[in-house]
């Protein structure tokens, strides 16, 4: 009997907004004193009201557009009841009935399809900390916006677990409403497993794995439940619907509670927020500030970087955004919201590889590399470079070293050449001007021996020769042409 795990993923996601929810306080609090970003709206004390915040709305409809959502016209929130120490209120505001982000889908790198089922906005809760025989309660979380993004049961491997959880993480990067901070469990993600006998209509009873907040773990826990489950099934058991934890460590998940279901929240509309009615023309205006995606990214580029470098840069949003400039900036000025019809410009695709190049092998492998992202070079200043580089102006270690000093603060807005210059870093090509150092080389006394060994047929001595040259021309000068020159005379 061969089984089938059909995998559907909830994910939450942390919006960066300035202030909470439904209040005016700090939305940051990372490295703050624990209960310092408080406001007496975020654990309910009487008489207060909550204020929906506007920037969250317009976050969540980029979010949806970001996952080909459609944005329902009005949504409203529900009070979602249940008693624990990390939320004063007694009851979590979300939305129930009507969410603000429908029915989408999001498409994996491989081409595979999971559909969105819908996505809501809803506040958080805080956080606690167990010690040995009492707890701790930071309440700096409580209400921080979130968008819960419900996806449909199309999953049906580990690997598609991670890559779904990534191309999301992915999605709300780019589309600029999340941090992405997966340490500080900015996306948390929960797993629902289920296996089947395949062929069979009635899907299996489900586990579901709550907070994971990697790719990795997440994949592991699916994995692992999978196994589980499958084991249990071919034992003649029967598969327990249940919460499960997951432990990284261990490797394994366990039971942490029955599931609970609708009825036991006790959900009712929440009476003091109005619902939110948006116009078509608030929709489109947001929409359309929603940069190019992933996949616009991998459509763009596919002929152009090679697919492990460009997986690679597509987990840093400021990077594509740049290649995007370069590729696109002349006749565009900027790419105002998605187009099927981008096309990467004649004669920016060298420099887009190039660019491609030292951002992988060279920004990134420097320890200043998270500083750097926030503070690229120009455009302008990217493509002199890689113009600079095809002319052979410049060595591909010049290039690199050019590269890298348009990061410095002190050399900001020379421009490439006046940098390059600067460094003195620029090949000589000048035919002439190279020929007439080639004869001060070889009419020093020191290389009269290799002059003649090499016209004796003593090939490995060009080596050295080059070498003078490149040294009397305090290395400006193109190996290459030079080697030409050297044989031409040497003849
Ligand atoms: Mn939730």
């Avoid at 309910?44 to 979010?63: D, F, H, Q, T, V």
């Avoid at 989408?104 to 559909?115: A, D, I």
Wanted: hydrophobic share 35%; glycine share 6%; charged share 30%.
């Amino acid at each position: 009997m061969k089984y089938i795990p059909t995998i559907g993923i909830e994910c939450h996601v942390q919006l960066c907004t300035k202030t909470k929810l439904f209040s005016e306080v700090d939305n940051d609090a990372r490295g703050k004193e624990p209960n310092s970003c408080v406001s007496p709206v975020d654990y309910a004390l009487p008489g207060m009201l909550p204020r929906l915040n506007g920037e969250a709305i317009k976050y969540a409809i980029r979010a949806g557009r970001a996952m080909n959502c459609e944005i329902n016209a009005s949504s409203r929130f529900d009070r979602k009841h249940y008693f624990y120490p990390d939320s004063p209120k007694g009851y979590q505001i979300t939305q129930f009935y009507h969410p603000i982000i429908g029915e989408g889908y999001v498409e994996l790198p491989s081409g595979t399809r999971v559909r969105i089922e819908h996505a809501h906005l809803e506040g958080d809760a805080g956080k606690l900390t167990h010690f040995k025989d009492y707890s701790l309660v930071d309440l700096n979380r409580v209400d921080t916006p979130l968008i819960e993004i419900v996806s449909m049961p199309d999953i049906h491997s580990a690997k598609d677990v991670h890559d779904y959880c990534k191309e999301l993480w992915r999605l709300m990067c780019h589309a600029g409403v999340t941090n992405g901070d997966l340490y500080n469990g900015n996306m948390r993600f929960d797993v629902n497993v289920s296996v089947a006998e395949e062929g069979s209509e009635k899907l299996g009873t489900r586990a579901e794995i709550k907070n994971l907040n990697s790719f990795r773990s997440a994949e592991r826990a699916a994995e692992f439940e999978i196994k589980r489950q499958t084991k249990l099934l071919e034992a003649g058991e029967k598969v327990k619907q249940e919460t499960r934890g997951w432990d990284d460590a261990t490797g394994k998940t366990s039971p942490q509670r029955s599931k609970e279901e609708a009825k036991d929240y006790r959900y009712m509309p929440e009476p003091d927020i109005p619902p939110i009615n948006l116009t078509k023309e608030f929709i489109d205006t947001e929409s359309a500030k929603l940069p190019l995606m992933p996949m616009d990214y991998r459509n763009l580029f596919h002929d152009i970087i090679k697919e492990d470098v460009l997986e690679v840069l597509l987990d840093y949003p400021q990077l594509m955004n740049k290649l995007g400039e370069i590729a696109l900036s002349s006749h565009l000025g900027h790419t105002q919201g998605r187009s099927a019809e981008l096309m990467v410009l004649d004669g920016t695709t060298s420099a887009i590889s190039l660019t491609s190049n030292l951002f992988t092998s060279v920004l990134l492998a420097e320890e200043k590399s998270v500083e750097y992202l926030n503070d690229l070079p120009s455009a302008k200043d990217l493509n002199e470079l890689a113009e600079m580089n095809e002319k052979k102006e410049l060595s591909s270690t010049a290039t690199k070293e050019v590269f890298l000093h348009l990061f410095d603060p002190q050399m900001k807005g020379r421009g490439t050449k006046q940098i390059a210059k600067e460094l003195g870093l620029i090949q000589e090509n000048d035919l002439g001007a190279l020929e007439k150092i080639v004869d001060i080389v070889l009419a020093k006394p020191e290389t009269q021996k290799a002059q003649i060994d090499f016209k004796a047929g003593e090939e490995k001595v060009i080596g050295f020769l080059v070498g003078q040259v490149m040294k009397e021309s305090h290395g400006k000068a193109n190996p290459s042409s030079v080697q030409e020159i050297l044989r031409k005379k040497l003849k």
